[in-house]
């Protein structure tokens, strides 16, 4: 078997580790000339070059925050990812069987649901639309001038592999599903099936509803009179959307899955399909879900592809001061 992680020691529970020189009651760690270095006494021991690190920044924010006992705050990212929705529906069935494709797009039926805004009002509406191979109108052609008749922001595309559907405008929300299609031939043979959609090809119109960054960099200041134990604090980065299991309340041998957007503006109890802040937070105190930063935390990303489902930057966070005694945060958040 390949080694793909060029491990020389082929340990991956106790891999072999570079010795610590000198002694480490006397060593130091400070960001000095470009470079990350460790000290003993005087003399640098080992440093990481910090030089050629260069990251293009298109936004920040920079923030002091004095964080009380058992206070919380969120620090959320400076962009929610706003892409152009994109859904779509690959034939699969009987209409990519069908072997003169020439056909598809006059002769082609299409009934689907679709689930948008307007007017800050939520509709639920089932359009139907057919080709006209006599005037020349394809099913997309079709499809839009249904979707215009609605004031709906969404553009409908045709080819021989499926139906694409791409919100007019970055931000624009809508779901389309039921999507039933059917041909119906010259030769009075109909193909029909039901368009499942490819979610490998799905684009949300905002990938990180509850904000995300390029990077960030968090210091903590402790009073003077503070033990060196004493001195951390907790921070957890939430996700999106949140899988969870919990025992079934008519069978104690099973558990019931639940999938839920988090919602961290979301005040009071939970929905079917949204978490609210509370419960989550709740569930992260109850499960541990906190990790503990002492002096300093840094993170940096690499930026999303544009239009692309593919999640590269962080997510926002929750800090929590757990101990008796205030401390002051500093942080640097860029996009």
């Keep these: 078997m390949v080694d793909l992680f060029n491990n020389t020691s082929n340990d991956y529970i106790n891999p072999v580790l570079s010795p610590c020189p000198g002694n480490s009651n006397d060593s130091t760690i400070e960001f000095t000339n470009q470079e990350l270095v460790i000290y003993t006494g005087n003399t640098i021991v080992s440093s990481l070059n910090l030089a050629n690190f260069v ?44 072997d003169n494709i020439a056909y598809h797009e006059y002769y082609m039926s299409v009934d689907l649901s679709v689930n948008y805004y307007k007017n800050f009002k939520y509709y639920n ?97 402790y009073p003077s ?27 104690v041998n099973s558990y019931i899955r639940y999938y839920k957007a988090v919602d961290v503006g979301m005040n009071g109890s939970s929905s079917d399909t949204t978490i609210s802040a509370a419960d989550y937070l709740d569930m992260v105190q109850t499960k541990n879900r906190w990790e503990k930063v002492g002096g300093l935390k840094m993170w940096f990303t690499a930026p999303d592809p544009a239009n692309s489902i593919q999640e590269n930057l962080i997510s926002g966070f929750y800090i929590f001061n757990p101990q008796l005694f205030p401390v002051k945060i500093d942080y640097l958040v860029i996009i």
Excluded: C
């Design 55 to 98: 990251l293009t920044v298109e936004g920040y924010v920079q923030q002091t925050k004095i964080l009380e006992s058992g206070e919380i705050i969120y620090i959320p990212g400076l962009t929610k990812g706003i892409s152009q929705r994109t859904q779509y529906f690959p034939f699969i069935g009987d209409v990519s069987n069908y």
């Design 125 to 221: 509406i089932n359009i139907f639309a057919s080709g006209d191979f006599i005037n020349g109108i394809n099913i997309a052609d079709e499809l839009n001038m249904q979707f215009d008749n609605y004031g709906i922001g969404i553009t409908a595309t045709y080819d021989s592999s499926g139906l694409t559907f791409k919100g007019d405008n970055v931000g624009y929300t809508f779901t389309i599903d039921n999507v039933d299609v059917s041909l119906w031939l010259p030769d009075t043979s109909v193909y029909g099936e039901i368009l499942i959609e490819d979610s490998s090809s799905s684009i949300p119109s905002v990938k990180y509803p509850n904000g995300a960054m390029l990077g960030y960099g968090l210091t903590v200041t």
């Design 225 to 251: 009179t503070v033990d060196s134990e004493d001195e951390w604090i907790e921070i957890n980065h939430v996700p999106n959307y949140l899988e969870y299991f919990e025992p079934s309340t008519e069978n």
